[in-house]
T-cell receptor, first 114, second 113 residues
Framework: GAVVSQHPSWVICKSGTSVKIECRSL??????MFWYRQFPKQSLMLMAT?????????EQGVEKDKFLINHASLTLSTLTVTSAHPEDSSFYIC??????????FGPGTRLTVT | LAKTTQPISMDSYEGQEVNITCSHN???????ITWYQQFPSQGPRFIIQ???TKVTNEVASLFIPADRKSSTLSLPRVSLSDTAVYYC??????????????FGKGTKLSVIP
């Protein structure tokens, strides 16, 4: 089946620093990747949609300059949280699709900002 | 955006059939209905997807009425390992639409021995 990986699985960073999260489709080419954020005991909230080679489309209320998304290839998308603050601590999940009406989700990345 | 509404929680005994209903009154023509299972600190896992009528796979069935304003996930003979949060997602990832993906708040299913 289609497998999506994320790296790192968890990360701790200091307030004010930046952290990059990678999302890879391991056995298929993903035309589109999605980034979600999930706070404890809450649902997934779509942050942005990225297509290979083009700028990401951000959901309303998501700061483009704070959450930088790069989709450089059909198998890799990265999310960089710039100048992270404690309120950015969350579970970040990516998913990928190939126009097959199904999203394949990664295992998630737990970000803790101290 | 097609807003979805699910029960917050459900309890069931092992071996029983569980039905979880999701309401999505303003579902769009291009939207599909997908159900996911999520365990703590893991990404969602695909369960089943449908557009209309009934869909069945090896783990679940999905019932969608003709007006598509709701859907029901049916899990036959649940076991303790089915304890998880179940999400209803309505949206279009085909590329034909604008990827308006809205997760419901999820239903926490607790299976009791």
């Amino acid at each position: 089946g289609a497998v999506v990986s994320q790296h790192p699985s968890w990360v701790i960073c200091k307030s004010g620093t930046s952290v990059k999260i990678e999302c890879r489709s391991l056995d298929f080419q993903a035309t589109t990747m999605f980034w979600y954020r999930q706070f404890p005991k809450q649902s997934l909230m779509l942050m942005a949609t990225s297509n290979e080679g083009s700028k990401a489309t951000y959901e309303q209320g998501v700061e483009k300059d704070k959450f930088l998304i790069n989709h450089a290839s059909l198998t890799l998308s990265t999310l960089t949280v710039t100048s992270a603050h404690p309120e950015d601590s969350s579970f970040y999940i990516c998913s990928a699709t190939t126009f097959g009406y199904e999203q394949y989700f990664g295992p998630g990345t737990r970000l803790t900002v101290t | 955006l097609a807003k979805t509404t699910q029960p917050i929680s459900m309890d069931s005994y092992e071996g029983q059939e569980v039905n979880i209903t999701c309401s999505h009154n303003n579902i769009a023509t291009n939207d599909y209905i997908t159900w996911y299972q999520q365990f703590p600190s893991q990404g969602p896992r695909f369960i089943i997807q449908g557009y209309k009528t009934k869909v069945t796979n090896e783990v679940a069935s999905l019932f969608i009425p003709a007006d598509r304003k709701s859907s029901t996930l049916s899990l036959p003979r649940v076991s303790l390992s089915d304890t998880a949060v179940y999400y209803c997602l309505v949206g279009d990832v085909s590329g034909a639409g604008s990827y308006q993906l809205t997760f419901g708040k999820g239903t926490k299913l607790s299976v009791i021995p």
